[in-house]
């Protein structure tokens, strides 16, 4: 492992430890985010509305 990928374990481990059912890329897209956008509800496909570290990959 880099030291690149380890950085963003390290980001996604201290941001995310209880989110399981996203993968790394999103998780890390998520970790980056600045908090103000993060905690913005976001309009689903399916209409529901969730804040980003609620969504799931179905």
């Known amino acids: 492992m880099n030291s690149s990928q380890a950085s963003k374990f390290i980001k996604i481990a201290s941001e995310f430890s209880t989110s399981k059912n996203l993968g790394m890329n999103i998780l890390y ?30």
């Open 29 to 58: 897209e998520i970790a980056t985010m600045p908090e103000s956008e993060r905690d913005k509800p976001q309009q689903l496909s399916s209409g529901e509305t969730k804040k980003s570290d609620e969504v799931t990959l179905a």
